[in-house]
């Protein structure tokens, strides 16, 4: 079956620029994340959704980074007045359930790029 | 909270040789542990994970690791490397939260596999 995808798969913007980067789970998924990966490090956790609701948003960096899953599936991570230090690969992964161990399956990203 | 930490940013070993990759983890409670692929371009692949069964944990592609409590580790291991296994490798643990799931991931270690 489709894996998560994510679009678009890069984006350049200019610094101060609003951007939406859209995450689509796997069909049924109902545990939603999103991850930020700069160069050279690992995934860091950004927030976390069960079904529409944001469970835990505790990674987001400020307020200028939002989040929203109005249905239950398909996810937009929305940043405002961009900055050079926003460029990084965003990563979105969705999970069947929530349990701790539940496997999370990756999409590709987004690499964003701020100029 | 949990960390993980993955000695080894370069790892450098000849085709046929054994791969051995570090990971070090500090929980507060028992640890879920992940081992994740990343491919140029790609998502990140889940190769194997503990959840608190057997401690010597089977995944793809014949990588293996063993969960060892006394020592803190997740270290991933490969009798015999092969090209294609030429990619970053992350380490991470879960950290329930909200309900969820949340990954804390380590750098990575970069894998070369030579002729």
């Known amino acids: 079956g489709a894996g998560v995808s994510q679009t678009p798969s890069n984006k350049v913007t200019e610094k101060g620029k609003y951007v939406e980067l859209r995450c689509d789970p796997i069909?049924?998924?109902?545990?939603l994340y999103w991850y930020r990966q700069s160069l050279g490090q690992g995934p860091e956790f950004l927030i976390y959704?069960?079904?529409?609701?944001?469970?835990?948003d505790s990674g987001l960096p400020n307020d200028r980074f939002f989040a929203v899953r109005p249905e239950g599936s398909v996810s937009t991570l929305k940043i405002q007045r961009t900055e050079r230090g926003d460029s990084a690969v965003y990563l979105c992964?969705?999970?069947?359930?929530?349990?701790?161990?539940?496997?999370?399956?990756f999409g590709p990203g987004t690499r964003l790029l701020v100029l | 909270a949990q960390s993980v930490t993955q000695l080894g940013s370069h790892v450098s070993v000849s085709e046929g040789a054994l791969v051995l990759l570090r990971c070090n983890y500090s929980s507060s409670v028992p640890p879920y542990l992940f081992w994740y692929v990343q491919y140029p371009n790609q998502g990140l692949q889940l190769l194997l994970k503990?959840?608190?069964?057997?401690?010597l944990v089977k995944g793809i592609n014949g990588f293996e690791a063993e969960f060892k409590k006394s020592e803190t580790s997740f270290h991933l291991t490969k009798p015999s490397a092969h090209m294609s296994d030429a990619a970053e490798y992350f380490c991470?643990?879960?950290?329930?939260?909200?309900?969820?799931?949340?990954?804390?991931f380590g750098t990575g270690t970069q894998l070369k596999v030579e002729l």
């Open positions: 991470a643990v879960s950290e329930v939260t909200g309900g969820g799931n949340k990954l804390t």
């Open positions: 959704f069960q079904g529409t609701g944001a469970a835990d």
């Open positions: 992964a969705s999970s069947l359930g929530q349990g701790v161990g539940e496997t999370q399956y």
């Open positions: 503990y959840t608190s069964a057997a401690t």
């Open positions: 069909s049924g998924h109902t545990a």
